[in-house]
């Protein structure tokens, strides 16, 4: 249950991203789309924290802010691996790719709070 969850609040944090960042596009239907976000999910379990352990002294250096490029080239590269994957998701462009993460990660983690906070509420 929790990992379907996880599912769609990726999902709809990549579709806030689609709508509102100039640079990421998708043409496709809803079935799609959750693949994308499975990759993306995918990604960001297995790949995200090798690299935040290999960038770790540069994360220090520049006070976390190194993160957001981190969470920029998660979103490149579930675009490219999304396009060999036959999905229609394109980020085009760094600053496409870092502001899409920055709405990403805000709406993900505030759909996560609410989550939390209702399953607390039961």
Do not use: D, H
């Amino acid at each position: 249950m929790r990992f379907l969850l996880r599912l769609l609040i990726n999902a709809a944090a990549l579709w806030v991203a689609v709508q509102l960042v100039p640079g990421i596009t998708y043409q496709g239907g809803w079935a799609p789309f959750l693949g994308v976000a499975l990759v993306f999910g995918f990604l960001n379990a297995f790949v995200r924290p090798l690299l935040k352990l290999l960038t770790l002294p540069i994360i220090f250096l520049t006070l976390g802010l190194f993160a957001l490029v981190i969470n920029g080239l998660m979103l490149w590269l579930t675009s490219y691996l999304s396009a060999a994957l036959g999905l229609q998701f394109r980020v085009e462009g760094c600053l496409a790719a870092f502001l899409g993460a920055l709405v990403v990660s805000i709406v993900s983690a505030l759909l996560s709070i609410f989550v939390a906070e209702r399953e607390m509420a039961r």
